[in-house]
């Protein structure tokens, strides 16, 4: 691994006990990141692109059920099954555990599309339209993909980098947890969610409110679950992905069992 | 050469080396540099945040929004704003698409073929545009109609006092109208405006109907309360949430507990709750019981005990199980009052019935009994605007107003409607008729909206508005966050060179000055009366005014922050009316249906579209509904085992018969709703406007008003547009649906812990570590 | 052990060589029928590139469909080549001889028609250089050689070469043959291409080496070639129906069940178009249709593991995807038709000798295992994409487009018509090995080895 030169390493929780299924974050990744409009017909042909999406699972029978809600993005794994397939290296690990796609590389084989185990990366089957005034919209910090390509989460690398830019150049501090959360440079999708299920920081700072989890984590493995003192845990954890996104259990006092195996 | 032993073991040590080697170097090989990665690729240029609101789609929310180079690029939620602190619904995002929407109205329009038929000429704004208004209003005023969206702040106080002083009258229109419940919170609270929820500091909601997660209320302001409800740091325990509700809704889903109830008894079960509390003496400590019954105590309500009330609630057996319908009622009572702070609120479907008025008075009445009444934890009152002049309540129409209106129209009265942003003819029940009474030869009708739809197409003369990113304004946030604040709105960027759109404020200013209404409205433009009364707010000297030392840096302070407050001013706590109790229980009355059929329709504000006026942006027909991520298409939802019954699977298509009407949907069974009720969204249906809203066929897309009488109204006058059943008729035809989920039950399939996807626990104990915010 | 009667050489030359020095009144309007399909194919890739992916079904978990279906089964049938003439060649069996250049050119021709598939279902087939080829020094980025990616085509052109020099080899005695059967022209051409050939004891004896050498050199080639293909799905760790330590032998075993079916069924075919009773014989036939059921079961020994292995791990979204493949519609309906396709029609026809005999029978079963075959490949790609992992909530169904139904289509159209461009240019069978093959019924002992014993052509 490169982390030596790492200034951050970067890291989201996701608290399923706050998450609502409102789709804020859904919206607000898909201004932020120039998404390609979903027309019915996406919907239709099962192509639809959001780089965060909300799952919702039935659980149980009438009356006793369940429809739960679950954020999936990208989940920035260090051990990334996404990688080492790209023969072109269009993806790839930085430095700060992002997991970066480089849209100019990609030729498009969509194998990495196959070997994601969290089903979040896009292949671009059309070019993406937009009528030519709401092209004025488009974010110019991020390129807006041809067809033929793959794309995905990147934890809105554009605001980190403006924020890096602005924090640790003009103002001359460093970029950490207070100045994350008093600028803009939150991914865009924590931003938005109003119950704040998802948050996002630095696993380092000391500051940041996603430390603990990631240190329990971290600190309690796989066979360790039970010892964890959070309710963190790594979406397919037995894959050993060691994805830098570490979700909270839904808390459910009563359980219906009914139907789970549907 | 020869391949002996020797060389081939050389050549596999060679080539050992050589992997090594690579191995070696691949650290090098991997530390790629991307584009992405270099500050230099960042675009050249400035970007600036701008303080404005969120407009209609987003119901009171501040924004702040992302301006480069003249465009607006993001919008999202003002950190500072005390509605939304920083965070923003669904909808946030749509005033960006609604600016540079390729099906905007250019510039003035006139029509040129018959009414309705959409034909017009463009026509410039001087000297005809202009010329025909001033003709028409001169000679048309009297009666007149201004219907509006719902507005507070200067632009409502500009339309209401435009109306008067032309001799006609102003309506705010709504298409799930609050009237009833605005009703029923002055019969209980004896209050003009909305309450708001503390929910983040209570430990008990109960939640009667009201979709307070989705659409209800301040829902963004309530949802980042239920985030910290459940998980907040420093809560004594995380709080529980009951919904009451005989629809499955986005609040449905995220409740503890879900009580599919018959609809129109909510008022009988909180009297129930009301009953068991006073029985048991749960209430909170303090709290005068008899004051409330009239010194009767529980006898007041004994008509009301669980063990009467049970049967006609028509509760599933198995949600009861092991226990009588009765014993659970009585749980609920007891959890209720047990985990104080509690607050309980109701809206939506619950109010929305013949007896509406009387099930929203019951369950916030509630509210007395575990005193949460003005307290942390309960419900907070709003106080009245800071500037007497400025409405802080929008002025809307109730149904009774609309079909006065109606005929008003139809009978000629009325020749003269103008219409801003409002769209009746969608959004009232078919029957009340409102696109045939504003279809007469003698009647002329001006359109302010920036966008095509129902009721524009009905216009004479288009005046198109600028849309809320380019325009001055502000808002008194109804519901408000339990003190004063006066909202700010500023134009962000200027129209794109090839729209001519007028601000539809300052037109009314320059025509009512024109028409010699000086005295009402003597402003020159809606900025200029914005300064005015910025200037008598930091006459104030409170709030946000004690933090500057002159009016001019005040506007400026407002300008970056997104508007004026003062935390301190807040509403008044009422106390409970002698006898309240008893008057409501006199009130009660079932719930009457009208219409014949097997189902319930209940209708409900789209999570995205609400009631359709965001159906033209691309991004909010696209989002997946949380329950049935559908998108693009009207859905009906059916109990699973219902539909399998009446052999109807997903995407069938069905028509919706009611008394009053037809409509198509298409088939969503949900395994989460009664078998006797039909659930359809509201906002798809339009035939005027963006082919975003218009394009798709015309049988998935279709308007569930259509499906209602006017006839039946709440005891305040409202649409009772729960109160209908339905036939649900296969037309034999089916259709793909258009949703975000896959083709095959989504379902977790886990069988050992490791695959599960959503991982639950039953403790509390294991929520340590930080709560983050 | 040969039947038929024996030939003499000159017989052999004008009826091998028919096909070159006349033109069959069927040839052209075949030829034109083809160059029609390839001509549709064309403008549907040209679309395709055009305008997207988008025309084809593929969706969101599906993102390989049939065109990686394709190219695994061009790759299979391109088993058939070595399979025929390099193993046979040093398990010195007799009655491959006329079958083994037909092998050989099919392997040819599969393996470029293979190589179209993953070319036209990459989203930017225009950049595919720097996928195969280290060209980037300036940002230092080589293909990423930890991928199965960059090892399949790899794998593939060095199979591609070194076929192609053994289809040489074999071919240069044969050019002589024509050069000295031709003029103009054509003449000229062979007379290249025979590089001087003149049969001298020498020229035999390099060119009996370089084919021996070859034999042996090509085999841990023929054999990584598929392996490494299945590892394209092996190595999927996220698609739990891939992600198996058995597909390596299990599709090597599979591809020279299809390529050595669909050998059987182009020399029947030959046999009938040019009339080569003599040399294409039923005992011919019947042999490979004996060594196609040792194969075969071979194949269905590694099905059965196959699904065995992943049905006993008893993990959910293994089941899932099992589920899917055996009771759902359609894939249910597909499955069956893939193993009594690929194994019990073919193998039970395959058990008698008089079966094995009737060419009707014999085609029958072949392209039965060619289409059961191919099913495989589509039941293996499809439903672990279909199905994949436990999020349930995004699994959704594929169906081919038009487009693709085309495109896969087509290249069954460019394998024959190379076939046949090919047959018209070069002898489909060759011709010394056959005249060997006659004169080693005399048994001619020379050293260690049998060689002929006349050194010249008449
Ligand atoms: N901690 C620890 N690690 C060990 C060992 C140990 O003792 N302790 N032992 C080591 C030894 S000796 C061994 S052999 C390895 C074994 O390790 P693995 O090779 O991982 O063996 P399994 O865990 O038995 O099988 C892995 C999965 O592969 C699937 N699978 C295997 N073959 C096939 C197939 O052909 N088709 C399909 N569809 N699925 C297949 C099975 O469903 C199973 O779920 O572990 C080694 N690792
Ligand atoms: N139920 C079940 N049975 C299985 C398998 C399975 O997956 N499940 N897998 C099968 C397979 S693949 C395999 S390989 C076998 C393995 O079966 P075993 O060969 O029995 O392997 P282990 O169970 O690992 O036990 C090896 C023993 O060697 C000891 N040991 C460790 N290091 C050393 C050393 O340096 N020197 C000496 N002398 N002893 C040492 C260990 O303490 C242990 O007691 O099991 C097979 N049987
Ligand atoms: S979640 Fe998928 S796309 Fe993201 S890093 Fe992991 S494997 Fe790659
Ligand atoms: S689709 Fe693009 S990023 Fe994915 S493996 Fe292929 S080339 Fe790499
Ligand atoms: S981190 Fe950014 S790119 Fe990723 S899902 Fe959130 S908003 Fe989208
Ligand atoms: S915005 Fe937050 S609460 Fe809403 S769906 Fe997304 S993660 Fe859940």
Redesign the interface.
């Given at each position: 691994m490169?982390t030596s030169r790492a200034k951050h390493k970067w890291g989201m929780?996701v608290?399923?006990?706050?998450c609502?299924?409102?789709?804020?974050c859904?919206?607000?990744c898909?201004?932020?990141n120039n998404l390609p409009?979903?027309?019915?017909?996406?919907?239709?042909?099962?192509?639809?692109y959001?780089w965060i999406?909300?799952?919702?699972?039935?659980?149980g029978?009438?009356?006793?059920?369940?429809?739960?809600?679950?954020p999936?993005l990208c989940q920035h794994c260090e051990n990334a099954?996404c990688e080492?397939?790209?023969?072109?290296?269009a993806t790839?690990?930085?430095?700060e555990g992002l997991n970066?796609q480089?849209y100019?590389?990609?030729?498009?084989?969509?194998?990495c599309?196959?070997?994601?185990?969290?089903?979040v990366r896009?292949?671009?089957?059309?070019?993406p339209n937009w009528?030519?005034?709401?092209?004025?919209?488009?974010?110019?910090?991020v390129t807006v993909r041809?067809?033929?390509?793959?794309e995905k989460c990147?934890f809105c690398?554009?605001r980190l980098?403006?924020a890096?830019?602005q924090v640790e150049r003009r103002g001359g501090g460093t970029l950490n947890n207070e100045t994350l959360k008093s600028g803009?440079y939150m991914p865009?999708c924590v931003?938005?969610?109003?119950?704040?299920?998802l948050?996002f920081g630095d696993q380092q700072d000391e500051q940041s409110?996603?430390?603990?989890?990631f240190d329990?984590v971290n600190k309690h493995n796989?066979h360790h679950e039970h010892e964890?003192?959070?309710?963190?845990?790594r979406?397919?954890?037995?894959?050993n992905t060691k994805p830098n996104l570490i979700?909270?259990?839904?808390?459910?006092?009563?359980?219906v069992k009914g139907?789970?195996?549907? | 050469m020869k391949l002996t032993r020797r060389n081939f073991l050389a050549w596999a040590g060679l080539s050992a080396v050589g992997a090594v080697a690579c191995d070696v170097f691949q650290e090098e090989e991997l530390s790629l540099q991307s584009p992405r990665d270099l500050p230099e690729d960042l675009v050249k240029g400035r970007d600036n945040w701008y303080a404005t609101l969120g407009g209609q789609a987003t119901g009171g929310e501040g924004v702040i929004v992302r301006v480069m180079e003249g465009r607006a690029k993001k919008v999202q939620g003002n950190p500072k704003y005390p509605v939304n602190r920083g965070k923003q619904s669904v909808r946030a995002e749509a005033g960006l698409q609604a600016l540079y929407h390729p099906d905007r109205i250019s510039g003035p329009l006139l029509r040129t073929g018959p009414r309705g038929s959409g034909q017009y000429r463009a026509i410039a704004w001087e000297p005809a545009a202009l010329d025909i208004l001033r003709r028409e209003l001169n000679a048309r005023r009297e009666n007149m109609v201004l219907i509006t969206e719902p507005l507070r702040g200067h632009l409502g106080m500009i339309a209401e006092r435009f109306a008067t002083a032309m001799g006609g009258q102003h309506l705010g229109f709504e298409t799930l109208d609050q009237t009833t419940y605005r009703a029923a919170v002055k019969d209980v609270f004896d209050q003009d405006l909305l309450p708001d929820f503390d929910i983040a500091n209570a430990n008990f909601v109960l939640s009667f109907g009201a979709d307070f997660l989705s659409t209800w209320g301040a829902s963004t302001r309530l949802a980042t309360a239920y985030g910290e409800f459940r998980q907040g740091a420093g809560r004594p325990e995380r709080g529980t949430l009951v919904q009451v509700d005989p629809r499955f809704s986005m609040t449905a889903a995220n409740a503890d507990r879900w009580l599919p109830i018959k609809p129109g008894t909510e008022g009988y079960l909180a009297l129930s709750l009301a009953q068991v509390i006073i029985e048991e003496g749960l209430q909170a400590p303090g709290v005068d019981v008899n004051a409330l019954t009239d010194g009767q105590g529980a006898a007041a309500l004994n008509a009301y005990r669980p063990e009467a009330i049970a049967p006609m609630l028509e509760l599933p057996a198995q949600l009861h199980a092991g226990r009588t319908a009765a014993e659970y009622i009585r749980e609920l009572a007891r959890d209720f009052a047990g985990h104080r702070p509690a607050i309980a609120l109701g809206g939506d479907s619950a109010g929305a019935h013949t007896n509406g008025r009387f099930n929203l008075q019951a369950v916030y009445a509630l509210n007395y009994l575990v005193g949460s009444v003005g307290q942390p934890g309960g419900i907070r009152f709003n106080p009245s605007s800071p500037l007497r002049n400025l409405p802080a309540a929008a002025k809307v129409g109730s149904l009774q107003d609309w079909m006065d209106v109606a005929d008003r129209l139809r009978s000629g009265r009325t020749r003269l409607a103008l219409i801003h942003d409002a769209d009746p003819v969608h959004g009232l029940p078919a029957t009340v008729g409102f696109g045939g009474a504003l279809n007469r030869d003698d009647l002329f009708i001006v359109s302010f909206s920036p966008f095509m739809d129902e009721t524009t197409a009905m216009a004479d003369l288009i005046l198109p508005d600028r849309v809320f990113l380019e325009d001055w304004g502000d808002d008194i946030p109804e519901p408000g966050p339990g003190y004063q604040v006066l909202g700010m709105q500023q134009p962000v960027v200027n129209p794109l060179s090839d729209l001519d759109p007028r601000s539809f404020g300052d037109l009314l200013l320059s025509m009512a000055q024109e028409m010699g209404q000086e005295s009402a409205l003597p402003w020159p433009s809606v900025e200029a009366a914005l300064r005015e009364d910025v200037e008598a707010l930091y006459n104030l000297n409170r709030g946000t005014s004690r933090e500057v030392d002159s009016a001019g840096a005040l506007w400026n302070l407002m300008l970056q922050q997104g508007g004026w407050w003062d935390e301190r001013r807040t509403g008044q706590t009422p106390s409970p009316a002698g006898g309240l109790l008893n008057r409501i229980a006199a009130a009660a009355a079932p719930p009457d249906f009208s219409g014949r059929g097997e189902f319930y329709l209940l209708p409900f504000a789209h999570n995205s579209l609400l009631d359709g006026r965001n159906a033209h942006l691309p991004w909010m027909q696209a989002v997946p509904d949380p329950i049935t991520t559908i998108t693009w298409q009207t859905w009906v939802e059916v109990n699973a085992d219902k539909a399998a019954e009446m052999n109807l699977r997903e995407g069938d298509l069905v028509r919706i018969e009611s008394d009053a009407g037809s409509i198509t949907a298409l088939v969503y069974p949900n395994p989460a709703l009664p078998p006797n009720v039909a659930a359809t969204p509201l906002g798809q249906g339009r035939r005027h406007g963006s082919a975003y809203a218009t394009g798709g066929d015309a049988r998935e897309s279709s308007n569930v008003m259509d499906l209602l009488p006017a006839g039946a109204r709440t005891e305040s006058g409202g649409l009772a547009w729960a109160g209908h059943k339905v036939r649900l008729v296969a037309t034999g035809e089916s259709l793909k649906v258009s949703k975000f989920e896959g083709h095959f039950p989504a379902r977790e399939i886990a069988i050992t812990s490791g695959e599960e996807i959503i991982k639950t626990t039953t403790g509390e104990a294991s929520t340590g570590g930080a709560s983050g915010h | 052990m040969q039947e038929g009667r024996t030939l003499s050489t000159r017989e052999i030359n004008r009826d091998l060589l028919r096909s070159i020095l006349e033109s069959p009144r069927w040839f052209w309007p075949v030829v034109t029928v083809l160059g029609i399909i390839l001509l549709v194919a064309a403008i549907a890739i040209g679309i395709m590139v055009n305008r997207g992916l988008g025309v084809t079904g593929l969706n969101r978990p599906v993102a390989w469909g049939f065109f990686i279906t394709n190219f695994v089964f061009w790759i299979g049938i391109s088993h058939a080549g070595v399979m025929l003439s390099a193993i046979l060649r040093l398990a010195k069996a007799e009655w491959r001889r006329p079958a083994t250049r037909a092998a050989e050119v099919l392997t040819l021709f599969s393996l470029m028609t293979a190589m179209i598939m993953p070319i036209v279902h990459t989203g930017r087939p225009w950049r595919i250089l720097y996928w195969v080829f280290p060209y980037d020094f300036a940002r230092g980025i080589w293909p990423n050689i930890r991928t199965p990616l960059v090892w399949d085509p790899s794998a593939i052109l060095t199979y591609l070469t070194s076929s192609t020099l053994f289809v040489i080899i074999a071919l240069i005695p044969d050019f002589a043959v024509l050069r000295d059967h031709t003029t103009g022209v054509a003449h000229r051409v062979y007379t290249l291409l025979a590089m001087g050939w003149e049969g001298n004891a020498r020229q035999w004896k390099l060119q009996i080496t370089a084919g021996v050498l070859l034999s042996a050199l090509i085999l841990p080639v023929f054999v990584s070639v598929h392996s490494i293909v299945s590892w394209d799905f092996g190595m999927a760790v996220a698609v739990k129906t891939w992600h198996s330590t058995v597909f390596a032998p299990y599709f090597v075993v599979g591809a020279v069940h299809s390529g050595v079916s669909a050998v059987a069924f182009v020399l029947i075919l030959l046999r009938w178009c040019y009339g080569w009773q003599d040399y294409i014989r039923h005992e011919h036939i019947d042999a490979l249709g004996r060594l196609l059921i040792v194969v075969a079961t071979g194949w269905f020994y590694f099905l059965i593991m196959e699904l065995l292995f992943g049905m006993y791990g008893r993990e959910a979204d293994e089941l899932a995807v099992r589920g899917l493949q055996f009771t759902q519609w359609p894939y249910n309906a597909w499955f069956i038709v893939f193993v009594v396709t690929t194994y019990f029609i073919p193998v039970i026809l395959w058990l008698s000798r008089a079966w094995r005999r009737n060419l009707w029978i014999m085609s029958i079963a072949c392209i039965s295992v060619n289409i059961g075959m191919w099913l495989e490949r589509f039941l293996i790609i499809v439903p672990g994409l279909v199905n994949k992992q436990v999020f349930s909530f995004t699994w959704a169904d594929y169906a081919p487009s038009p487009f693709e139904i085309i495109i896969v289509g087509a290249t069954f159209a460019l394998v024959t018509m190379l076939m046949l461009l090919f047959s018209r240019v070069f002898p489909l069978v060759p011709l010394y090995d056959v005249k060997e093959g006659d004169i080693l019924k005399t048994e001619v002992k020379v050293g260690r080895r049998t060689v002929p014993a006349t050194f010249r052509e008449d």
């Open positions: 490169v929780v608290d399923l006990d706050r609502n299924g409102c789709q804020a859904v919206v607000a898909q201004a932020e409009i979903n027309d019915k017909n996406a919907f239709l042909q099962s192509r639809a959001e999406r909300i799952e919702r699972y039935w659980e029978e009438y009356p006793n059920v369940r429809a739960r809600f679950i999936v099954p080492p397939v790209c023969p072109v290296f790839y690990h930085s430095a970066v480089l100019n590389r990609c030729v498009g084989t969509r194998y599309i196959n070997n994601c185990p969290y089903q896009f292949f671009n089957y059309w070019h009528p030519e005034r709401l092209e004025n919209q488009l974010n110019p910090d041809t067809r033929g390509i793959t990147t690398i554009q980098r403006r890096e830019l803009n865009s931003q938005a969610c109003p119950t704040n299920a948050m409110p996603i430390k603990p989890y329990d796989i964890r003192e959070t309710r963190g845990y979406l397919l954890e037995e894959m979700y909270l259990k839904k808390v459910d006092k009563n359980p139907g789970q195996h549907g | - | -």
